[in-house]
């Protein structure tokens, strides 16, 4: 096993295990910090891809801003909502048998894959990822219209957000 | 040998030679003398740390006209190490109704979050953690670890001050967040690179102060709103909240938060350096020899701590409700603003001769600083007449 695949493993294991923490734990705070190492694990493994932008990205937006934000959301609310009723109902069997099903069925394809075997391609020095990114993201050949449509989009929804919490005639944001 | 020219280059050698003699496979060396020169970097930086400690407290003094630490050791300088002591034989408490793991990771976070930084600063030429070329976002990610050690200090402590801190830093730095990560695309539109290292060599000809003056400006007053000191430093506010969100720490676990935050304030002061005053570059001093690079960078940095020192002891703290105003309301759109004509003019003068190119960018700035004043200046006579307006006599509902 070289070093890279080591990594791999020790990042998947923990992004898994944090994950189920997220889903097992009854504290929500630390539900949410679970999250937040769960996201920090896809970051490395995005840093594990040579794909640096994405990793940073992945920190700055899901950790920076979307977790913060729950675990304010969380802190506004109650100090303990904690939830003392069992985590399990009697369907749980057939969730495991769900899941379990659907991980052999996807391991049983992706033996015959060729992409499991195939080893990383060299990235040549000299190239600019973020630079390729940002040119393909504004030229014309690229994908400029995908962007700006994204962009307007993402502009409609926060104008929308501003309209649905303003009072126009108090003039004031509803409480 | 030429230690001179490249201390780093050739002591990383020394030690591969060595390693590699006891039987040491090469790759191995290679991490080892990776961590191994991690390890340097951080104990300079924590030695620094110790003696920010001291300089804070004797310029604070001359500030307050006072003289400051002058009993232990010449000019006081063995009171640092006197205080650190202290810090560690203090007795450490964890509040009872504490959360005790989040609560003992925070102060640890808040360290980290700091000291990563200095993977992207590039201390000399070619002596840098790693050319990252996305390090712009890199400063913004790190901030976010601190923004997150920061609000797990206030949620765990179970104290109802340290929430209230917690809450309010927070919302101060995810709000000047926003200026800063747009004043940090301007030196990348002029070196065409988010790497520190290629924005620091692409300020070979003009520092970028000249070219873009506000920006310099702007992204000043958001490292002093997400380091969180005066006048933004209603997370501490000792008048209303006691101490903020470090409240429940005691001895070290304190100390942590107290020399993330100097060391935050001189890494800020070196970031601001290095994109706006060329970081270790000055006028060819750099070439003589990397460790003279080296001392101009601190020497930058230090200038630039203490105008963020300056700030803080002479302003007095904004109300929550204003500061946030003038960020969202003044402060971002000026910045986007300015990126905007930033964009514009850098498409129009790309192939002007240099002084054409630096006068115009620098006139731009000017302008739109006046525009922005004029725009504020108006908005606030409004404001003004409304209150001096005389209130129209209310008569009672009920007698």
């Given at each position: 096993?070289?070093?890279?695949?080591?990594?791999?493993?020790?990042?998947?294991?923990?992004?898994?295990?944090?994950?189920?923490?997220v889903?097992?734990?009854?504290?929500?705070?630390?539900?949410?910090?679970?999250?937040i190492?769960?996201?920090?694990?896809?970051?490395?493994?995005?840093?594990?891809?040579?794909a640096?932008?994405?990793?940073?990205?992945?920190?700055?937006?899901?950790?920076?801003?979307?977790?913060i934000?729950?675990?304010?959301?969380?802190?506004?609310?109650?100090?303990?909502?904690?939830?003392?009723?069992?985590q399990?109902?009697?369907?749980?069997?057939?969730?495991?048998?769900?899941?379990?099903?659907?991980?052999?069925?996807?391991?049983?394809?992706?033996?015959?894959?060729?992409?499991?075997?195939?080893?990383?391609?060299?990235?040549?020095?000299?190239?600019?990822?973020?630079?390729?990114?940002?040119?393909?993201?504004?030229?014309?050949?690229?994908y400029?219209?995908?962007?700006?449509?994204?962009?307007?989009?993402?502009?409609?929804?926060?104008?929308?957000?501003?309209?649905?919490?303003?009072?126009?005639?108090?003039?004031?944001?509803?409480? | 040998?030429?230690?001179?020219?490249?201390?780093?280059?050739?002591?990383?050698?020394?030690?591969?030679?060595?390693?590699?003699?006891?039987?040491?496979?090469?790759?191995?060396?290679?991490?080892?003398?990776?961590?191994?020169?991690?390890?340097?970097?951080?104990?300079?930086?924590?030695?620094?740390?110790?003696?920010?400690?001291w300089?804070?407290?004797?310029?604070?003094?001359?500030?307050?006209?006072?003289?400051?630490?002058?009993?232990v050791?010449?000019?006081?300088?063995?009171?640092?190490?006197?205080?650190?002591?202290?810090?560690?034989?203090?007795e450490?408490?964890?509040?009872?109704?504490?959360?005790?793991?989040?609560?003992?990771?925070?102060?640890?976070l808040s360290?980290?979050?700091?000291?990563?930084?200095?993977?992207?600063?590039?201390?000399?030429?070619?002596?840098?953690?790693?050319?990252?070329?996305?390090?712009?976002?890199?400063?913004?990610?790190?901030?976010?670890?601190?923004?997150?050690?920061?609000?797990?200090?206030?949620?765990?402590?179970n104290?109802?001050?340290?929430?209230?801190?917690?809450?309010?830093?927070?919302?101060?730095?995810?709000?000047?967040?926003?200026?800063?990560?747009?004043?940090l695309?301007?030196?990348?539109?002029?070196?065409?690179?988010?790497?520190?290292?290629?924005?620091?060599?692409?300020?070979?000809?003009?520092?970028?102060?000249?070219?873009?003056?506000?920006?310099?400006?702007?992204?000043?007053?958001?490292?002093?709103?997400?380091?969180?000191?005066?006048?933004?430093?209603?997370?501490?506010?000792?008048?209303?909240?006691?101490?903020?969100?470090?409240?429940?720490?005691?001895?070290?676990?304190?100390?942590?938060?107290?020399?993330?935050?100097?060391?935050?304030?001189?890494t800020?002061?070196?970031?601001?350096?290095?994109?706006?005053?060329?970081?270790?570059?000055?006028?060819?001093?750099?070439?003589?020899?990397?460790?003279?690079?080296?001392?101009?960078?601190?020497?930058?940095?230090?200038?630039?701590?203490?105008?963020?020192?300056?700030?803080?002891?002479?302003?007095?703290?904004?109300?929550?409700?204003?500061?946030?105003?003038?960020?969202?309301?003044?402060?971002?759109?000026?910045?986007?603003?300015?990126?905007?004509?930033?964009?514009?003019?850098?498409?129009?003068?790309?192939?002007?001769?240099?002084?054409?190119?630096?006068?115009?960018?620098?006139?731009?700035?000017v302008?739109?600083?006046?525009?922005?004043?004029?725009?504020?200046?108006?908005?606030?006579?409004?404001?003004?007449?409304?209150?001096?307006?005389?209130?129209?006599?209310?008569?009672?509902?009920?007698?």
């Amino acid at each position: 096993m070289t070093g890279e695949q080591i990594t791999f493993l020790v990042v998947a294991f923990a992004t898994l295990g944090s994950a189920l923490m997220v889903v097992t734990t009854r504290n929500l705070i630390h539900a949410a910090l679970w999250l937040i190492a769960t996201l920090f694990s896809v970051a490395v493994i995005f840093a594990l891809l040579s794909a640096s932008f994405l990793a940073v990205v992945q920190v700055v937006v899901y950790i920076g801003a979307i977790a913060i934000l729950f675990i304010f959301a969380v802190m506004l609310t109650r100090k303990d909502m904690r939830d003392q009723s069992p985590q399990l109902n009697k369907n749980w069997w057939v969730g495991a048998l769900l899941a379990a099903l659907t991980f052999g069925g996807l391991y049983a394809l992706l033996q015959g894959w060729s992409g499991l075997s195939r080893t990383v391609a060299d990235i040549p020095s000299g190239f600019d990822a973020v630079a390729e990114l940002g040119t393909e993201l504004t030229s014309f050949t690229g994908y400029v219209l995908p962007f700006e449509v994204a962009s307007v989009l993402l502009v409609a929804a926060l104008v929308g957000a501003v309209y649905v919490a303003f009072n126009p005639r108090s003039g004031d944001i509803r409480k | 040998m030429n230690f001179w020219n490249d201390p780093l280059k050739v002591a990383a050698d020394w030690l591969l030679g060595i390693f590699t003699g006891w039987g040491m496979p090469e790759i191995a060396a290679q991490i080892l003398i990776g961590f191994l020169g991690i390890l340097l970097l951080i104990t300079i930086l924590m030695v620094l740390d110790i003696f920010l400690v001291w300089i804070e407290r004797k310029v604070v003094s001359r500030f307050q006209d006072r003289i400051g630490p002058n009993r232990v050791g010449p000019f006081g300088l063995i009171q640092p190490f006197a205080d650190i002591i202290k810090l560690l034989i203090k007795e450490d408490i964890t509040p009872g109704g504490a959360d005790k793991v989040v609560y003992n990771i925070a102060p640890m976070l808040s360290m980290m979050s700091v000291l990563i930084l200095w993977a992207v600063v590039p201390i000399a030429p070619k002596m840098l953690g790693v050319d990252l070329n996305i390090g712009a976002l890199y400063i913004i990610a790190a901030g976010a670890i601190g923004t997150l050690s920061i609000i797990m200090a206030g949620w765990s402590s179970n104290n109802k001050f340290a929430m209230i801190g917690a809450f309010r830093q927070v919302a101060v730095m995810i709000s000047f967040e926003v200026p800063m990560l747009t004043m940090l695309l301007i030196p990348t539109i002029f070196a065409g690179s988010m790497g520190m290292g290629a924005i620091t060599e692409a300020q070979g000809e003009v520092w970028y102060v000249f070219l873009a003056p506000l920006a310099a400006l702007i992204f000043l007053i958001a490292a002093i709103a997400e380091l969180g000191r005066a006048p933004f430093d209603m997370a501490e506010g000792e008048s209303e909240l006691v101490s903020g969100y470090n409240i429940e720490y005691s001895g070290m676990k304190f100390g942590m938060f107290y020399a993330g935050e100097l060391l935050h304030a001189f890494t800020f002061g070196g970031f601001w350096s290095i994109l706006f005053f060329g970081g270790y570059r000055f006028f060819g001093l750099e070439q003589v020899n990397p460790l003279l690079a080296i001392a101009v960078l601190i020497f930058k940095a230090m200038l630039g701590y203490w105008i963020i020192m300056w700030v803080k002891y002479t302003l007095l703290r904004i109300r929550i409700d204003h500061m946030l105003a003038f960020n969202w309301k003044f402060l971002t759109p000026l910045a986007f603003a300015l990126l905007m004509v930033t964009a514009f003019m850098n498409a129009l003068l790309a192939n002007t001769p240099s002084w054409l190119y630096i006068s115009g960018m620098f006139l731009s700035n000017v302008v739109l600083a006046w525009v922005a004043l004029e725009v504020a200046r108006s908005y606030s006579r409004k404001e003004r007449e409304k209150v001096e307006m005389p209130k129209p006599v209310v008569e009672a509902a009920h007698h």
